[in-house]
């Protein structure tokens, strides 16, 4: 059998209960929401950062390419006279 006690008690710690979820609870809760806010904020930005460096790196590995292929054979030519350029 339940003591009649028990009754009054339990409904006065849940209400307790209550309250003071309301009171450290919600805002903890809303304290860690800001914090991933704040962090995801932070990664986006670092991710459109190493995107620009990307794309800047691409950029120039494009012209080296165009180099090369462009201008290969007279880079080579260039590279064989300097071999064949007496030293003094």
Same mark, same amino acid.
């Given at each position: 059998?339940?003591?009649?006690?028990?009754?009054?008690? =339990?409904?006065?710690?849940? *209400? =307790? =209960?209550?309250?003071?979820? *309301? &009171?450290?609870?919600?805002?903890?809760?809303?304290?860690?929401?800001?914090?991933?806010?704040?962090?995801?904020?932070?990664?986006?930005?670092?991710?459109?950062?190493?995107?620009?460096?990307?794309?800047?790196?691409?950029?120039? &590995?494009?012209?080296?390419?165009?180099?090369?292929?462009? !201008? *290969?054979?007279?880079?080579?030519?260039?590279?064989?006279?300097? !071999?064949?350029?007496? =030293?003094?």
């Amino acid at each position: 059998m339940i003591n009649p006690l028990l009754i009054p008690i =339990l409904g006065i710690s849940c *209400g =307790l =209960l209550a309250i003071l979820g *309301g &009171v450290f609870v919600k805002p903890w809760f809303r304290l860690k929401e800001r914090q991933m806010e704040i962090e995801s904020q932070m990664v986006a930005e670092k991710a459109a950062q190493y995107a620009a460096q990307t794309e800047r790196l691409e950029q120039r &590995v494009r012209v080296l390419e165009r180099i090369v292929t462009d !201008r *290969g054979i007279a880079v080579a030519d260039e590279i064989d006279k300097l !071999r064949d350029a007496p =030293l003094n």
